[in-house]
Nanobody, 124 residues
Framework: QVRVVESGGGVVQAGGSLRLSCTTS????????MGWFRQAPGKEREFVSA????????YYTDSVKGRFAISRDNAVSTVYLQMNNLKPEGTAVYYC?????????????????WGQGTQVTVSS
């Protein structure tokens, strides 16, 4: 069982920035594709961003392109989501997901491991 833990959420004004972090307990973090999803109240969980395990390719939903950046540091088993120019519609619980050797369907919710989420609130 791989444990996934998010951190870095909080309250920020519109236009501000936050950096989310996600660590896993997996022995070989570099073998795991990592993803970020978010879920606003009353809405379905939606894809935000992902980074592949093999070449570090990155993927974003259109609404965050140019504002969010995902990165990973395999040495410390951590993936980051730098969120800039945050908007009120970005208010949600942000979830980190992990799956070993995942190569497709990054934007689908069928990831194997999930964290408990971290709240991000963007005030207008």
């Amino acid at each position: 069982q791989v444990r996934v833990v998010e951190s870095g959420g909080g309250v920020v004004q519109a236009g501000g920035s936050l950096r989310l972090s996600c660590t896993t307990s997996g022995r070989t973090f570099s073998d795991y594709a990592m993803g970020w999803f978010r879920q606003a109240p009353g809405k379905e969980r939606e894809f935000v961003s992902a980074i592949s395990w093999s070449r570090g390719r990155t993927y974003y939903t259109d609404s965050v392109k140019g504002r969010f950046a995902i990165s990973r540091d395999n040495a410390v088993s951590t993936v980051y989501l730098q969120m800039n120019n945050l908007k009120p519609e970005g208010t949600a619980v942000y979830y980190c997901a992990a799956e070993k050797f995942k190569n497709s369907d990054y934007d689908k919710v069928g990831w194997y491991y999930w964290g408990q989420g971290t709240q991000v609130t963007v005030s207008s």
